[in-house]
């Protein structure tokens, strides 16, 4: 894994539209909506400043994307075998675990957490394998 932007940039563009497809209606949107009691004018209001909240995601992709190539780095993953293990190592480390309060203490159910959690879990993997070529 080398250390360049433009992976960085393309993990971030990657992960935008890997979200648009994983919350769309007709595959896991609509279930999370309803987990989340989203009604329709909420859903609307949400679109108002759809393209700040866009900017502020990628960039929050391109965060992780820098980070996950720094450790790739260290530990010299190279190949898309070790992208993969890499990516759902930082998942499973960071992401799964932290997110699991979600259930624990915010109540929200497991169906909702396991919608969010796989989102990232393939985004993960995704950006690092973006990452190493």
């Known amino acids: 894994m080398s250390t360049t932007f433009l992976p960085v940039l393309a993990a971030g563009v ?29 859903t609307e209001r949400g679109k108002k400043h759809m393209l700040a909240r866009v900017l502020l995601a990628f960039l929050a992709s391109v965060v992780t994307a820098s980070v996950m190539q720094v450790i790739g780095n260290v530990f010299g993953v190279y190949g898309w075998t070790n992208a993969i293990i890499l990516g759902a190592m930082c998942w499973l480390g960071f992401t799964a675990p932290t997110m699991l309060g979600m259930v624990l203490w915010e109540l929200k159910p497991v169906r909702y957490y396991i919608i969010v959690a796989g989102y990232w879990l393939v985004a993960f993997v995704v950006t690092a394998l973006i990452l190493v070529y």
Not at 15 to 37: A, D
């Open 14 to 42: 990657a992960n935008i539209i890997l979200g648009f497809i994983w919350y769309h209606p007709n595959v896991f949107g609509g279930t999370w909506m309803r987990l989340l009691n989203f009604t329709p004018e909420q």
